[in-house]
């Protein structure tokens, strides 16, 4: 049996690591305006340009829900889970994390 890869949701994750790529620099960035201490106007832009990111990422994973809620992780034959077998739990995890949890409580109230 073949794997059909054309059913890979191959945009919509390529977009969500773009997003998430960006925010993941922009983070640090605003991570060292703070350690400068005096950097203030540094860090305004920074958590400026941050919103503006989650913004975005949030309007991506709306626009891809869809095709991300229907896809399917799996390892390959070739994933080394003798080595890797935590990773490999941590990602296909269907529980969230109890701290996750919290603060999904804490915005919903």
């Known amino acids: 049996m073949e ?3 054309a ?3 191959v945009e919509s994750v390529e977009a969500l690591r773009l997003r998430l790529s ?3 620099h922009s983070l640090t960035l605003l991570e060292m305006a703070i350690a400068q201490r005096g950097a203030t106007q540094a860090m305004h832009s920074q958590f400026q340009l941050i919103l503006t990111q989650l913004t ?3 309007s991506t994973l709306a626009l891809h829900s869809e095709s991300l809620a229907q896809a399917v992780a799996f390892p390959l034959p070739s994933f080394p889970l003798a080595t890797e077998s935590k ?3 941590t990602i296909l995890r269907k529980k969230v994390l109890p ?3 919290s603060w999904q409580e804490k915005a919903e109230e």
């Open 56 to 58: 975005s990422l949030a």
């Open 22 to 24: 960006q925010l993941v």
């Open 7 to 9: 059913s890979l949701p």
């Open 3 to 5: 794997f059909d890869h």
């Open 99 to 101: 701290e996750v949890e």
């Open 87 to 89: 990773l490999l739990t």
